[in-house]
């Protein structure tokens, strides 16, 4: 069973940054593909940054410029930093393997409000 849990959102004013953490460690960590995934309310989960087990990385959409995704293989952690958020950034952010597994964690809210 794949554990993730994920931590460091919050509320946040436009134009502000947040750092999200991911650790997983029931997943041999190293050989898979990594995504931070965003459901805002009322719409499906989607992803936003993937990075592969060797540092690849990948962006979607208006997280192009303003996320950062990065990984630490010795820790099983993926993070997320985020840049200049915007009010269209809300949501619960989860991370999972990309293909995601069928295990999801609790998710990290994030509210970026003025």
């Known amino acids: 069973q794949v554990q993730l849990k994920e931590s460091g959102g919050g509320l946040v004013q436009p134009g502000g940054s947040l750092r999200l953490s991911c650790y997983a460690p029931?997943?041999?960590?190293?050989?898979?593909?990594m995504a931070w995934y965003r459901q805002r309310p009322g719409s499906q989960r989607d992803v936003v940054a993937r990075?592969?087990?060797?540092?690849?990385?990948d962006y979607v959409g208006d997280a192009v410029g303003r996320f950062t995704i990065s990984r630490d293989n010795s820790k099983n952690i993926v993070y997320l930093q985020m840049r200049k958020l915007k009010t269209e950034d809300t949501g619960v952010y989860y991370c999972?393997?990309?293909?995601?597994?069928?295990?999801w964690g609790q998710g990290t809210q994030v509210t970026v409000s003025s």
């Open positions: 990075i592969s087990g060797d540092g690849r990385k």
């Open positions: 029931g997943i041999i960590f190293s050989i898979n593909w």
């Open positions: 999972n393997t990309d293909p995601p597994s069928h295990d």
